[in-house]
């Protein structure tokens, strides 16, 4: 009938080969930017932690995946133990990835949804899941003052498309909040990606200006999208907001650094309060070293970390890193969380 029998010496040696990752041909052709057999060992880690997987990556609109990188790591990461639970992509479109990418990913999950910037948009953020889950609430996701009024708030946005239309006329985003279940309970997650208002300020109105932004915040887009997305999770999330809700994970691309010359941002701050931060220390996850010389852009004199994972008290961290995976002028991250210890925390 064409099929291949083995003896049982054949098959004791597939499933040894199997058991020490032989046959599994993903992670070790992962590629890197930096030193693979850190980047692998961070990567095991969280492949032997117990609890929900989280990976999330922007994968600029596929600008830097010419040759093929994407692809290439989302195809191995996804066909090997390292799978996660949840994979979400920012910056994301139809033509970002191959076909074949495209195949593997909708082959091993069975649930995926894609919400665009705005309406009508082509990008956005795409979530794909090994388990169900359920779009709650979507919404635009405003960068004006939350106390102005329409009027106010449509002059607002006219005063800095005409000081920049090319860079702010990429600045609407879309709010969306899940559900789904991990160990048996109910959670929410909401994947972002933020808007990114450095250059624009940089432009129209000096390094001063962006300086004291960067640092102090205040009067500035992305911290009125900042505070506009915490309302919209406090008010869904029910009694106790964001803290003491609903069980919360928050991730994305939120473009407020953790920390700048050893300082941390006062947009960082607003964003992150009441919230933990997936995973230790500093690993930083913009420019990476593969965009080097192929546009990818900062500011700053250095690279920082502005993709985050934060949760609510409802979970607990399990591990947690940034993979320097070659592709995109991010990199992702990974992260495992579970329900915390406390049960009196969940409300299910």
Same mark, same amino acid.
């Given at each position: 009938?064409?099929?291949?029998?083995?003896?049982?010496?054949?098959?004791?040696?597939?499933?040894?080969?199997?058991?020490?990752?032989?046959?599994?041909?993903?992670?070790?052709?992962?590629?890197?930017?930096?030193?693979?057999?850190?980047?692998?060992?961070?990567?095991?880690?969280?492949?032997?932690?117990?609890?929900?997987?989280?990976?999330?990556?922007?994968?600029?609109?596929?600008?830097?995946?010419?040759?093929?990188?994407?692809?290439?790591?989302?195809?191995?990461?996804?066909?090997?133990?390292?799978?996660?639970?949840?994979?979400?992509?920012?910056?994301?479109?139809?033509?970002?990835?191959?076909?074949?990418?495209?195949?593997?990913?909708?082959?091993?999950?069975?649930?995926?949804?894609?919400?665009?910037?705005?309406?009508?948009?082509?990008?956005?953020?795409?979530?794909?899941?090994?388990?169900?889950?359920?779009? /709650? =609430?979507?919404?635009?996701?405003?960068?004006?003052? !939350?106390?102005?009024?329409? #009027?106010?708030?449509?002059? %607002?946005?006219? *005063?800095?498309?005409?000081?920049?239309?090319? /860079? =702010?006329?990429?600045?609407?985003?879309?709010?969306? !909040?899940?559900?789904?279940? #991990?160990?048996?309970?109910? %959670?929410?997650? *909401?994947?972002?990606?933020?808007?990114?208002?450095?250059?624009?300020?940089?432009?129209?109105?000096?390094?001063?200006?962006?300086?004291?932004?960067?640092?102090?915040?205040?009067?500035?887009?992305?911290?009125?999208?900042?505070?506009?997305?915490?309302?919209?999770?406090?008010?869904?999330?029910?009694?106790?907001?964001?803290?003491?809700?609903?069980?919360?994970?928050?991730?994305?691309?939120?473009?407020?650094?953790?920390?700048?010359?050893?300082?941390?941002?006062?947009?960082?701050?607003?964003?992150?309060?009441?919230?933990?931060?997936?995973?230790?220390?500093?690993?930083?996850?913009?420019?990476?070293?593969?965009?080097?010389?192929?546009?990818?852009?900062?500011?700053?004199?250095?690279?920082?970390k502005i993709d985050h994972v934060f949760f609510n008290k409802k979970f607990e961290k399990v591990g947690g890193t940034a993979l320097e995976f070659t592709g995109s002028d991010h990199y992702p991250i990974y992260v495992v969380v579970k329900p915390a210890t406390s049960s009196s925390w969940w409300p299910f």
């Open positions: 009938m064409g099929y291949l029998k083995l003896n049982i010496f054949q098959t004791l040696l597939l499933a040894l080969a199997m058991g020490m990752g032989l046959c599994e041909g993903g992670v070790n052709d992962l590629i890197f930017d930096g030193n693979k057999t850190l980047n692998l060992r961070h990567l095991q880690k969280v492949t032997d932690a117990e609890g929900l997987k989280i990976f999330w990556w922007n994968v600029a609109w596929g600008g830097f995946n010419l040759d093929g990188h994407v692809n290439h790591n989302l195809v191995n990461l996804v066909e090997s133990s390292s799978r996660p639970d949840l994979l979400i992509l920012g910056e994301f479109k139809d033509s970002a990835i191959s076909s074949h990418a495209w195949t593997v990913l909708r082959r091993h999950y069975a649930y995926s949804d894609f919400v665009p910037y705005s309406p009508g948009d082509e990008v956005g953020v795409i979530t794909f899941s090994l388990t169900p889950f359920t779009r /709650e =609430v979507q919404r635009g996701l405003d960068w004006t003052p !939350l106390d102005r009024n329409m #009027v106010e708030r449509e002059a %607002y946005k006219k *005063s800095w498309l005409d000081k920049n239309y090319n /860079e =702010v006329r990429h600045w609407d985003r879309a709010y969306v !909040l899940y559900s789904s279940t #991990v160990m048996g309970k109910k %959670y929410y997650f *909401s994947p972002v990606h933020l808007l990114e208002p450095w250059e624009a300020i940089n432009q129209s109105e000096g390094k001063i200006t962006l300086i004291y932004n960067m640092f102090f915040g205040g009067d500035n887009p992305l911290d009125y999208q900042i505070a506009r997305y915490r309302s919209f999770l406090n008010y869904d999330l029910g009694a106790g907001g964001i803290q003491n809700g609903q069980p919360l994970i928050a991730i994305g691309d939120f473009n407020a650094p953790k920390e700048i010359f050893l300082m941390t941002p006062d947009s960082y701050n607003s964003l992150s309060r009441g919230l933990t931060e997936g995973f230790w220390g500093n690993q930083n996850t913009f420019p990476s070293r593969y965009a080097e010389g192929k546009s990818g852009r900062s500011l700053l004199p250095m690279s920082v």
